[in-house]
């Protein structure tokens, strides 16, 4: 699963709007959830401080 690294993660939700599993919540920082995600790489591409890895 991919995972954010909080400390730069800036809130902005570019990665939830990419992922096509709706697994991913922004409110201060993304939370993706474990149980949506299936590994696709959307957010990983699309997140603009290299947050998710």
Avoid: H, Y
């Amino acid at each position: 699963m991919v995972t954010v690294k909080e400390s730069e993660c800036v809130g902005c939700g570019a990665c939830a709007d990419a992922c096509p599993n709706d697994a991913i919540t922004v409110d201060d920082i993304a939370v993706i959830d474990a149980s949506k995600c299936v590994d696709c790489g959307a957010c990983v591409d699309e997140c603009p401080s290299s947050a998710i890895e």
